[in-house]
């Protein structure tokens, strides 16, 4: 069974910084975009930072200016900056790999927690 496998994570202060990576088994082909998406309690899961394998990124309204996306070149893996965070960060952070046909990727998730 493919897993994502995402580390990082975890609490920081609001104005600090956290990182997230995450990386997939090689075996996984035809990758479109690659990505993060977080959810909150009650809340639809959202877009955070996708980048499409022509190198377009694409960044939610919120993050912008924070945040920076970034695949590690031959490998099916995504690191997700964030900087500046607030308390509005607070989620469940969620790898993504999609592809071009065939089902799409997800990890298990990893918690961010933004609180003094």
């Known amino acids: 069974q493919v897993q994502l496998v995402e580390s990082g994570g975890g609490l920081a202060q609001p104005g600090g910084s956290l990182s997230l990576s995450c990386s997939g088994p090689?075996?996984?082909?035809?990758?479109?975009?690659m990505g993060w998406f977080r959810q909150t309690p009650g809340k639809q899961r959202e877009l955070v930072a996708v980048?499409?394998?022509?190198?377009?990124?694409r960044y939610a309204d919120a993050v912008k200016g924070r945040f920076a996306v970034s695949i590690v070149n031959g490998k099916n893996a995504v690191n997700l900056q964030m900087n500046s965070l607030t308390p509005e960060d607070t989620a469940v952070y969620y790898c993504?790999?999609?592809?071009?046909?065939?089902?799409?990727?997800w990890g298990q998730g990893i918690q961010v927690t933004v609180s003094s």
């Open positions: 090689d075996t996984i082909s035809a990758v479109a975009a």
């Open positions: 993504y790999i999609g592809r071009l046909s065939g089902r799409d990727y």
């Open positions: 980048v499409n394998i022509g190198g377009t990124t």
